[in-house]
């Protein structure tokens, strides 16, 4: 059988190789990654840097408290000392100063209680006593969440 000339492998001259042109497009998966990190590193820094007075908190195996307004902050240092905010007040002072740091709804915002863990007991209880009966309902003890109690 003999080939016939018609189709053989021979060059094809239509055909044109494809040319890769420049992208025109941005690759924006570096950027959210780069927006979700920093993301991520401003929610756990904000939190420490709201806190005024130092104190050890003690450890509990509780829940976050959700809260929608900005909290008034009482601390109780471990040799009883009380500080409202970043301001240490005396006893006698302790209403006045939560009602002037909460504004005009003061008796309807959160309170945060940051006791030390090493605090007198009855210290933690006269505060939180105080504040209940002037009116104040929205206590909230303050704990250290991250690492299982000891015992």
């Known amino acids: 059988m003999a080939m016939g000339g018609g189709g053989g492998g021979g060059h094809v001259r239509g055909r044109r190789r494809a040319r ?29 840097l709201t806190t005024g007075v130092e104190v050890e908190l003690p450890k509990t195996e509780a829940s976050a408290v959700d809260t ?21 007040v ?38 939180m006593a105080r504040l209940s009966s002037e009116g104040f309902a929205k206590l909230n003890l303050i704990t250290d969440t991250s690492a299982s109690p000891e015992g």
């Open 20 to 48: 890769k042109r420049p992208l025109s497009e941005i690759n924006v998966t570096p950027l959210v990654d780069v927006m979700l990190v920093l993301l991520i590193i401003f929610m756990i820094s904000a939190p420490l």
């Open 68 to 88: 929608t307004s900005e909290p008034v902050t009482v601390a109780i240092q471990q040799n009883g000392e009380i500080f409202v905010g970043e301001n240490q």
């Open 90 to 127: 005396r006893w006698d002072d302790l209403v006045a100063t939560v009602a002037r740091e909460g504004g005009a709804d003061a008796r309807e915002k959160p309170i945060f209680i940051r006791a030390d863990g090493r605090a007198p007991y009855q210290a933690v209880a006269r505060v």
